[in-house]
């Protein structure tokens, strides 16, 4: 009887040893060709060969002169300029690209705000790293200097979160007192 129990232990032990053996290999295998996958760097300059479709959410503003920069680099680019083409400033914008986007807000600063783009003038700008392979560059928000709002309400509500939180940075640096300085200062 005990011999019986003995040849039933070592199947036992022999079978979790080898089921253990197996799942170990097996999670190294695994393991080891995720640490293998190349990782892709955005974007890569096989894909940037031509310029994206252009477009614009925003009455009065336009993507012009698009041109593709260091294409036979590791890091290309788009630059162009954005023609305001009406009688109010720009005071904000955003422009997007797929999931990757460039903005500027000149409202920032509530005590100083600064145009972004005169009446009837250019901005330029540059897309690197934010282009997404497959979709168009497009301006998706506006502020103008009379606070209309013009874009996606998504892009609008995105552009309200960081002023407030950029406003409340600057607030709490200007609260600050000034460090002492020393009489040898």
Not at 57 to 86: C, H, M, Y
Not at 93 to 110: K, Q, R
Request: aromatic share 4%; glycine share 6%; proline share 6%.
């Amino acid at each position: 009887m005990t011999t019986v129990k003995t040849s039933k232990r070592r199947v036992l032990l022999i079978a979790s040893t080898t089921l253990i053996a197996a799942a170990s290999i097996l999670g190294v295998a695994v393991f080891s060709a995720r640490r293998q996958q190349p990782k892709t760097k955005a974007p890569q300059k096989e894909w940037l060969t031509s310029v994206p479709q252009l477009g614009s959410k925003v009455k009065n503003l336009e993507i012009i002169n698009p041109r593709i920069v260091r294409q036979d680099t590791d890091f290309p680019g788009v630059a162009f300029e954005v023609w305001n083409n009406s009688n109010r400033a720009v005071m904000a914008i955003e422009i997007s690209c797929g999931n990757g986007s460039i903005a500027t807000d000149g409202l920032e600063d509530d005590q100083n705000p600064r145009v972004i783009i005169e009446q009837y003038g250019t901005l330029s700008a540059e897309m690197n790293g934010e282009l997404t392979p497959g979709h168009p560059i497009v301006i998706t928000a506006a502020i103008f200097d009379d606070n209309k709002e013009e874009g996606e309400k998504i892009s609008l509500e995105f552009m309200h979160r960081h002023r407030a939180r950029k406003r409340a940075r600057l607030k709490d640096q200007k609260e600050q007192p000034a460090p002492e300085r020393s009489p040898t200062q």
